[in-house]
């Protein structure tokens, strides 16, 4: 079983930074692609960032461009979201995510398997 665990939330003040952690339970080369999504209170989860792992790229949403940064670390088996400049519109739930196969990394159904979510407050 496949597990995603990932840590790092908290509270943080508008302009702060934080950075998320997702600790897989297999190596994190073996995915097509890991990404972080998010669920602002009352609102759907949305994709924020993917890493592909066959060539090493990353996407990331247009509101996070220039503010966060995906990466992996391979020999931790552990995916990173570094988030700076924080807005108090990126409080959420964020949650990590693993695809096997190829699909399209901005769309929900695209992944296998999920992490439990981490809380990320932004206080204006």
């Known amino acids: 079983q496949v597990q995603l665990v990932e840590s790092g939330g908290g509270l943080v003040q508008a302009g702060g930074s934080l950075r998320l952690s997702c600790a897989a339970s297999e190596r994190t080369f073996s995915y097509y692609a890991l990404s972080w999504f998010r669920q602002p209170p009352g609102k759907e989860r949305a994709w924020v960032a993917a890493?592909?792992?066959?060539?090493?790229?990353?996407y990331y949403e247009d509101s996070v461009k220039g503010r966060f940064t995906i990466s992996r670390d391979n020999d931790k088996n552990t995916l990173y979201l570094q988030m700076h400049s924080l807005r108090p519109e990126d409080t959420a739930v964020y949650y990590c995510?693993?695809?096997?196969?190829?699909?399209?990394?901005?769309?929900?159904?695209?992944?296998?398997?999920w992490g439990q979510g981490t809380q990320v407050t932004v206080s204006s």
């Open positions: 995510a693993a695809a096997t196969t190829p699909a399209p990394t901005n769309v929900h159904g695209s992944y296998d398997y």
């Open positions: 890493f592909i792992s066959r060539d090493l790229t990353t």
